[in-house]
């Protein structure tokens, strides 16, 4: 129960600091961070089998829409 609080705790944190981050090229990896406290979420507070499936799924899902996000926030720096 223990690792699910640290892991509540790290989500907290990196949302907060995404939120008030005013750059947005550093907000992304908080962001990250964020997805990877949800995926871990997932994993330990549901206790099924298949849970582990759908956090795989959401962690890659997420993890494509921040690169997409990132690299077409770097193409529009180049302009």
């Known amino acids: ?5 640290v892991v509540a705790a790290i989500a907290v944190y990196a949302a907060a600091r995404a939120i008030l981050e005013r750059n947005t090229g550093r907000r992304f990896p908080y962001a990250n961070v964020l997805n990877f406290a949800v995926a871990g979420s997932l994993v330990l507070l549901l ?14 899902g997420s993890t494509l829409e921040a690169n997409a996000i990132a690299s ?3 193409g529009r720096m180049k302009r």
């Open 47 to 60: 206790d099924h089998p298949i849970t582990l499936v759908a956090a795989a799924a959401y962690f890659v």
């Open 72 to 74: 077409t926030y770097a």
């Open 1 to 5: 129960m223990i690792a699910l609080y």
